[in-house]
């Protein structure tokens, strides 16, 4: 990890590769790579990715049909958001 953030990239050069990322992009995406490094063994991380990510769709379609969202499902919805941004799907 670099600079004693949760990402293995310095989070200012983040945000100047990927503009369309705001703080709380930032801050989501910082939170759940954090936790997804912890898992010590790669199966267990690309499950644990893998669990995030559907989490973030469900909970990104319960928002929108007006649902409020509890913290760990809005976290997961804000980390897919971030990700989306840096693969370029939403401006």
Known sequence: MTGGHGLPVDPARLRAQFPALTDTDVAAYEEVTARILAERRPDARA???RQLVAQGRRARERAA????LP???SLAARYLAAVEKMQGRIE
């Open 47 to 49: 499950a644990l990715t």
């Open 65 to 68: 049909a007006g649902e409020r």
């Open 71 to 73: 913290d760990d499902d």
